[in-house]
């Protein structure tokens, strides 16, 4: 069965560090997701993404996010200079058409900022 | 920004008994989704509900959707330990394409 996957599983960096984070979503998706999870928290809206350009984005996305698909398959968010509050569960997700659709999630990608 | 709540926060049951998590908007939603999330898991879809009123059954899962489009409830039937987990509700704010989720259900069964 398709699926997404993220990597790496989990990340830990120094605060002010960039990281990237990478996912293949499901190859015959066009829209694309990032959300975020703080331990035992809700699930965080980043970010959505279609035909090479952000859809909508949360106030968490701010000028230190970014998001690209550099080729065909990867979708990658960019954190520019983390900070502690940026530690949590990274998602990614996709799905075949926005609006009323399943939501199909990666495995997540752990980061820890120190 | 527009907030989905869920209660309870969190439910302990013991095994065989039902459980029963409810969303609510203060806004009326075009449609709710639904997924579990498994402890150290990510969340999987269960359904989605669009018509004011409806009513779908997964097994011992039961979902509806409310008749102002406000509020939905899932309610799950003599309970097991694989039912173990954190139930969301997510649903459509802003534009088509940002799917908000609830602040979650956790369950816990014991035998």
């Known amino acids: 069965e398709p699926e997404v996957t993220q990597t790496p599983s989990h990340q830990v960096t120094q605060m002010g560090q960039e990281v990237i984070l990478r996912c293949v979503p499901i190859s015959n998706h066009l829209y694309f997701y990032w959300y975020r999870q703080i331990l035992g928290q809700k699930v965080e809206f980043l970010v959505s993404f279609y035909n090479n350009e952000i859809s909508e984005k949360s106030e968490i996305f701010d000028d230190q996010f970014s998001v690209e698909r550099p080729d065909g398959s990867n979708f990658t968010l960019k954190i520019r200079s983390t900070k502690l509050e940026d530690s949590a569960m990274y998602f990614c997700a996709s799905n075949e058409w926005t609006g009323p659709g399943e939501l199909f999630f990666g495995e997540g990608s752990r980061l820890t900022v120190l | ?111």
């Open chain 2, 1 to 111: 920004g527009q907030q989905v709540m869920q209660i309870p926060q969190y439910q302990h049951v013991q095994e065989g008994e039902d459980f029963t998590t409810y969303c609510n908007s203060s806004t009326t939603l075009s449609n709710i989704q639904w997924y579990k999330q498994r402890p150290g898991g990510h969340p999987v879809f269960l359904i989605q509900l669009v018509k004011s009123g409806e009513v779908k059954k997964q097994k011992r899962l039961t979902f509806q959707f409310g008749e102002a489009k406000k509020n939905s409830s899932l309610h799950i039937t003599a309970t097991q330990t694989t039912d173990v987990g954190t139930y969301f509700c997510a649903a459509l704010t802003g534009t088509a394409s940002k799917l908000t989720f609830g602040t979650g259900t956790r369950l816990q069964v014991t035998l």
